[in-house]
């Protein structure tokens, strides 16, 4: 948390975030991100993976937007019920979908998700600053990347991370 508020004020005083960027397999870290979050919430993470994917990226800043949006699938998500994480080569690009089952967010609540300080009256009742989201749209933008949400009833949310892919 005092991460992100550090990162929040360096971005509102106009400063880019510090970001050392390598050769990535995406799989593999999502990997990893997974194995520590079934240690924590149990093992309802679910990871559909094209393995040869690789971006130029942040290791550190990806995963912390992967798990940030994991995380947040589990806090405002249906108990009980599996979260899953796609990643795919969609044409010149990587996509990351994470996905839960539960309410769907609002079209309102959907265009404040990214701002900072703001969160969505159903997020009132769970702690939080309302920065993850803000902070995980600028990471991607910094990776040239993209982050929405599509959530509807019946449907369930999912938030997709695009990213580009590492040519040869």
């Known amino acids: 948390m005092i991460q992100n508020l550090l990162d929040a004020s360096r971005l509102r005083a106009g400063e880019s975030l510090k970001l050392e960027f390598e050769e990535c397999n995406l799989d593999s870290l999502i990997q990893d991100v997974v194995e520590d979050l079934n240690f924590a919430y149990g093992e309802r993470f679910v990871v559909v993976s094209d393995t040869a994917l690789r971006s130029n990226c942040s290791r550190k800043e990806i995963r912390r937007v992967i798990e940030n949006l994991a995380i947040n699938a589990v806090k405002y998500g249906a108990a009980n ?22 309410n769907p967010i609002s079209s309102e609540a959907q265009s404040i998700l990214f701002q900072q300080f703001r969160r969505t009256i159903s997020a009132e009742d769970q702690t939080g600053w ?39």
């Open 130 to 168: 309302g920065l993850g989201l803000f902070l995980a749209k600028r990471i991607i933008e910094a990776h040239q990347g993209t982050i929405e949400v599509e959530s509807t009833e019946g449907k369930g949310t999912s938030f997709i991370v695009k990213l580009p892919k590492l040519t040869y």
């Open 81 to 102: 019920t599996p979260i899953t994480l796609t990643l795919e080569q969609i044409e010149t690009h990587i996509s990351l979908t994470i996905h839960n089952e539960g």
